[in-house]
């Protein structure tokens, strides 16, 4: 006599989904699309993958809730690793201004600063409060587009107050939204006004990364490393120092100089190099070789017009691990990840399979996370289903948003 197999209970199938694109695979261009896939889930996690046939023999679903997925593609939620979500007010005038051709500094005769200390002179010294509504209703927006995961930097305060101001809203952001909000202390974003680059150089190592460390506010510590901002020198003497305190280093590198920060991407082994416009090609290489990941934002290029986009083609070819993210911040005012994707594959040719897996598994990368970004047994259940019958809507459909259910954790958060 046969023993009956003892089936596990799910909480919630996702049944009959047309597509499911599980990022599984090797290389950049392989997703592990699978055809008429149903998909277990367990608690917040993925607790099996596969045909009906294989659900229901593996699986317990009598009283499990269902998804129909019928004709729809289901895929990971995004994770956006580069973001500056949190500041008040915009740039509007200046964008506006550029856009026209009209000169910048024409606003400044009117008395509208512009650039990051624009954003700066709005955000320092806003309520905590303000800022929280302000920076929730773009979050909200990217849980829309399909985003689950969000980094977001600092960088918009430059004294000790407002720095731990923006990381504590952050975190209350992860709180409080379904999202989580994984923190990065960017004190190097630039220097206030009435100090020298050298006395901040101080106040960032002996004053603001000890009180974020020890308040562990932040699990990154990025620097802008270009000319006019940080050195690579400088840029070091900052992330060592973060390190000391738990957080891992990132890099703003290469954005429109190329003055040795991808160098020290590489020489540090760190999470990420993000930007890399003017990266040389050995120095690829070499980032490919440290398994340094890339965080590409072709949006930031598109709203700056940015005279030398990257060459993110070479970057693939070359073996480098690639994320997109986002760069939500004045000066890219998007919360798409889709728009990102449709840039990516039309500007800098990107396959649709490259691009889906640079804005999942490639973000999950560049954020050190090994729990999310696809669709696999025991990963999270951070799921988006699509109202398009193959996930290659997603590079075609332009300025629309095809997600129609967002999963989070194993709990619908977004249904339209």
């Known amino acids: 006599?046969?023993?009956?197999?003892?089936?596990?209970?799910?909480?919630?199938?996702?049944?009959?989904?047309?597509?499911?694109?599980?990022?599984?695979?090797?290389?950049?261009?392989?997703?592990?699309?699978?055809?008429?896939?149903?998909?277990?889930?367990?608690?917040?996690?993925?607790?099996?993958?596969?045909?009906?046939?294989?659900?229901?023999?593996?699986?317990?679903?009598?009283?499990?809730?269902?998804?129909?997925?019928?004709?729809?593609?289901?895929?990971?939620?995004?994770?956006?690793?580069?973001?500056?979500?949190?500041?008040?007010?915009?740039?509007?005038?200046?964008?506006?201004?550029?856009?026209?051709?009209?000169?910048?500094?024409?606003?400044?005769?009117?008395?509208?600063?512009?650039?990051?200390?624009?954003?700066?002179?709005?955000?320092?010294?806003?309520?905590?409060?303000?800022?929280?509504?302000?920076?929730?209703?773009?979050?909200?927006?990217?849980?829309?587009?399909g985003i689950t995961t969000v980094e977001s930097k600092s960088g918009y305060g430059l004294t000790t107050e407002s720095e731990i101001k923006i990381l504590e809203v952050s975190r209350r952001l992860g709180n409080e939204t379904p999202l989580d909000v994984l923190n990065t202390f960017l004190g190097a974003h630039g220097w206030p006004e009435n100090m020298t680059k050298s006395e901040y150089l101080d106040v960032i190592i002996n004053n603001m990364i000890p009180q974020i460390g020890e308040r562990g506010l932040a699990e990154f510590c990025d620097v802008w490393c270009d000319e006019g901002y940080f050195t690579a020198e400088e840029s070091e003497m900052i992330l060592k120092a973060g390190l000391e305190y738990g957080m891992k280093p990132k890099i703003h590198a290469d954005a429109y100089s190329y003055i040795g920060g991808s160098d020290l991407a590489a020489e540090m082994k760190m999470v990420s190099v993000d930007h890399l416009n003017y990266t040389p090609v050995e120095v690829i290489e070499r980032l490919a070789e440290a398994k340094v990941?890339?965080?590409?934002?072709?949006?930031?290029?598109?709203?700056?017009?940015?005279?030398?986009?990257?060459?993110?083609?070479?970057?693939?070819?070359l073996g480098m691990k690639i994320a997109l993210a986002t760069d939500l911040c004045p000066?890219?005012?998007?919360?798409?990840?889709?728009?990102?994707?449709?840039?990516?594959?039309?500007?800098?040719?990107?396959?649709?399979?490259?691009?889906?897996?640079?804005?999942?598994?490639?973000?999950?990368?560049?954020?050190?996370?090994?729990?999310?970004?696809?669709?696999?047994?025991?990963k999270l259940a951070d799921l988006q289903i699509w109202d398009v019958p193959t996930y290659k809507h997603v590079s075609y459909e332009l300025g629309t948003n095809i997600v129609q259910t967002v999963m989070k954790k194993g709990k619908v958060v977004i249904s339209r």
């Not at 699986?59 to 499990?64: A, G, L, Q, R, V």
């Not at 396959?351 to 999942?360: G, N, R």
């Open 1 to 145: 006599m046969s023993e009956t197999k003892v089936k596990t209970k799910v909480d919630l199938v996702i049944s009959n989904a047309a597509e499911a694109v599980t990022c599984i695979g090797e290389g950049m261009g392989d997703i592990g699309v699978m055809t008429n896939a149903w998909i277990a889930i367990k608690g917040d996690k993925i607790a099996g993958v596969g045909s009906e046939a294989e659900v229901k023999s593996n699986f317990d679903i009598e009283k499990s809730d269902v998804i129909n997925a019928t004709g729809k593609v289901v895929a990971p939620g995004f994770v956006d690793s580069h973001t500056h979500l949190v500041f008040y007010g915009t740039r509007v005038e200046e964008y506006a201004a550029k856009l026209s051709g009209n000169d910048p500094e024409n606003l400044k005769k009117l008395g509208i600063t512009t650039g990051p200390n624009r954003t700066v002179e709005l955000t320092r010294n806003k309520p905590e409060y303000e800022l929280f509504e302000q920076s929730k209703k773009r979050l909200m927006s990217m849980l829309e587009y």
């Open 293 to 317: 990941t890339g965080v590409l934002m072709p949006a930031l290029d598109f709203a700056v017009h940015h005279k030398r986009p990257f060459d993110a083609r070479k970057m693939l070819d």
């Open 331 to 378: 000066a890219c005012y998007t919360s798409s990840m889709q728009f990102v994707i449709n840039l990516a594959c039309r500007l800098y040719k990107f396959s649709v399979e490259e691009a889906l897996k640079a804005a999942t598994i490639g973000g999950a990368k560049a954020l050190d996370l090994d729990d999310r970004g696809v669709i696999k047994e025991g």
